[in-house]
T-cell receptor
């Protein structure tokens, strides 16, 4: 039972480079999301998806793209990396997009990204 | 818009001291509330959650939280902390229906001195 798997765990990029952070879950979860964690700012939602083919913006979407072609995968693309995107990125998922019983979110182990 | 406030950014306690971490949210409708913990170098894990029923919720490792609807609060408590409770604690909220965005507070770093 892998849960939520993120790759890579560590990455250094040069300003202007592009890259994709991969996220996969094997729990058949409808809801997937990406957060970035910065000191003193907690977790901020970048993008989220409530099902395959459906994505929406969170609090800080600029500079990032996502797609959800399958239920399992939710990659995050940095189009042109900037030093301000140096952060720890967490992918998260939960079971149902339509549930009032307080779905637990399951987090991946994080991806440490440095943009120089 | 929803928001979550955690007023204590850093807390230092000695072992066996009691803990209370504040969490307030702003949203007038029905919400689900969560506390997550992040141990050093690890990802976030669920401590406890509230979605209905008894407003006093018990979680793992002796933690509990009380939902006070009139105060829009969901404070986390533990009667006697241990060194192993050193971690960062995040409060989170999402609406009970409709949008499924989870909004997190900025976190509280707890350090427990042995």
């Amino acid at each position: 039972n892998a849960g939520v798997t993120q790759t890579p765990k560590f990455q250094v990029l040069k300003t202007g480079q592009s890259m994709t952070l991969q996220c996969a879950q094997d729990m058949n979860h409808e809801y997937m999301s990406w957060y970035r964690q910065d000191p003193g700012m907690g977790l901020r939602l970048i993008h989220y998806s409530v099902g395959a083919g459906i994505t929406d913006q969170g609090e800080v979407p600029n500079g990032y793209n996502v797609s959800r072609s399958t239920t399992e995968d939710f990659p995050l693309r940095l189009l042109s990396a900037a030093p301000s995107q140096t952060s720890v990125y967490f992918c998260a998922s939960s079971y149902s997009a339509i549930d009032s019983t307080g779905n637990t979110i399951y987090f991946g182990e994080g991806s440490w990204l440095t943009v120089v | 818009a929803q928001s979550v406030s955690q007023h204590n950014h850093h807390v230092i306690l000695s072992e066996a001291a009691s803990l209370e971490l504040g969490c307030n949210y702003s949203y007038g409708g029905t919400v689900n509330l969560f506390w997550y913990v992040q141990y050093p170098g690890q990802h976030l894990q669920l401590l406890l959650k509230y979605f209905s029923g008894d407003p006093l919720v018990k979680g793992i490792k002796g933690f509990e939280a009380e939902f006070i609807k009139s105060k829009f609060s969901f404070n986390l408590r533990k009667p006697s902390v241990q060194w192993s409770d050193t971690a960062e604690y995040f409060c989170a909220v999402n609406r009970a229906s409709g949008t499924y965005k989870y909004i997190f507070g900025t976190g509280t770093r707890l350090k427990v001195l042995a």
